[in-house]
Each structure stands twice: as C-alpha cells, then as structure tokens.
C-alpha cells in the first residue's frame, strides 16, 4: 500500500527553524516527484516545493530561500527544513507523490495525513 | 509564475444538480497539466482529473475535465450528496507548480 507519513511538527517561536519529515512507504521516493504543499487553517491549498526524480528541486516564488526540499533515498524519507519562520507559515505541511516520474505525471495522486506547524511566541 | 483563478467563489446547488466550475490561468499551462483536486474538512485533498480530462483511479465518471491554454472546467453531472466539497485546480507545467484558491460547492 502506498504511503506517506509526515512528522516534525509543533510550536516554534518566530524566527526558528523546523524539519519536517515524510516517511514513504509502497512506493520509491527518488522514483517520483515529491511535493510539499502546506494549508494555513480555513485558507486554500499553497504549494511550496517539488524534488523531482532527477533530484532538481523547485520552489514557489514567495517562498524561496528559506526552504529547501531534500530526500534520503536510503531511509525513503523526504524532507522540507522551514528557517526564519514566521506567524504566516503556521500551517498544515502536507507531502504528496506524484503519479510518476515524468512532468507528464507530476499530478499528486497519493497525500499524506499533514502536520501542523504553529509559529507563535 | 502561473496564477490560477477559480470561479465562482461559492456555488450553491442542490443534489442532482450539474456544478460547473471554471479554472483560468495567468499564461497557457504547457501541455495542459492542469490538475483538479477535491477536498473535505478535515481531509487531505484527492485528485480527480489530470491532463485536464484524464479521470483518476476510481473518480467516478460524473465527473468530467476540460479545457486547454489558459480555460479550463470541471463538470459535476447529477451532484451527489458527498460531492459537497471544496475543489482546486493546479498547475503543474511550469518549474514551479501552483494552486487556484478553490470553488466551494455547498448545498443549496
């Protein structure tokens, strides 16, 4: 069964740093494009970034230098390291895979339940 | 960056009823990966169309895609009780992928 677990949320002050997890399972991660999208509460979907099964790694605009995406092949795991937070990143993180490992199948087929980080003092 | 604008905001129809929602884009998404999405409180969201008209796994057949460069719709046929629900569009064509902000379909 196709899986994804994500983990490292909580309470963090501004200007902190978190990594957030997501465990895959039933599926190889460096096979697809893995996503995070977050969800700020009774806001919209926002995406936020994308490694590709080439390893190239893409964020939105708005939110570029202070997060980076990154895999573990070797534990399945994909990772997302937030820096500098801010109140307005508080938010449900979700990671999704994609349908396969081309553009053509970069649509997210598969989601995980979310974490929720709060940035608060 | 591609920005996606959804309309309406709100519809409000009754069960049995055909929702038509609308998706535009900033600039032609490239090859029409366009991706429509729904999502239930408390729930993670479920893809429901790729490639603009390709059904997912399991995406019952009132639900239809269409449109291509910068107009796209999602067709609801015969609504039924558990597709009230938030639906977003997405954008996966360019280097960086976007969401529209969501069409809210409640009941009337």
């Known amino acids: 069964e196709v899986q994804l677990v994500e983990s490292g949320g909580g309470l963090v002050q501004p200007g902190g740093s978190l990594r957030l997890s997501c465990a895959a399972s039933?599926?190889?991660?460096?096979?697809?494009?893995i996503n995070w999208v977050r969800q700020a509460p009774g806001k919209g979907l926002e995406w936020v970034s994308v490694i590709n099964s080439a390893g190239s790694t893409y964020y939105a605009d708005a939110l570029k230098g202070r997060f980076t995406i990154s895999r573990d092949n070797s534990k399945n795991t994909l990772y997302l390291q937030i820096d500098s937070l801010r109140p307005e990143d508080t938010a449900v993180y979700y990671c999704?895979?994609?349908?396969?490992?081309?553009?053509?199948?970069?649509?997210?087929?598969?989601w995980g339940q979310g974490t929720l980080v709060t940035v608060s003092s | 960056e591609i920005v996606l604008t959804q309309s309406p905001g709100t519809l409000s129809l009754s069960p049995g009823e055909r929702a038509t929602l609308s998706c535009r884009a900033s600039?032609?998404?490239?090859?029409?990966?366009l991706a429509w999405y729904q999502q239930k409180p408390g729930q993670a969201p479920r893809l429901l169309m790729y490639?603009?008209?390709s059904r997912a796994t399991g995406i019952p057949d009132r639900f239809s895609g269409s449109g291509s460069g910068t107009d796209f719709t999602l067709t609801i046929n015969r609504l039924e009780p558990e597709d009230f629900a938030v639906y977003y569009c997405q954008q996966y064509g360019s280097s960086s992928f976007t969401f529209g902000p969501g069409t809210t379909v409640d009941i009337k």
């Open positions: 999704a895979k994609s349908r396969g490992s081309s553009r053509l199948a970069a649509a997210l087929d598969c």
């Open positions: 490639g603009a008209s």
């Open positions: 600039q032609s998404v490239t090859s029409n990966y």
């Open positions: 039933g599926f190889t991660v460096s096979s697809n494009y």
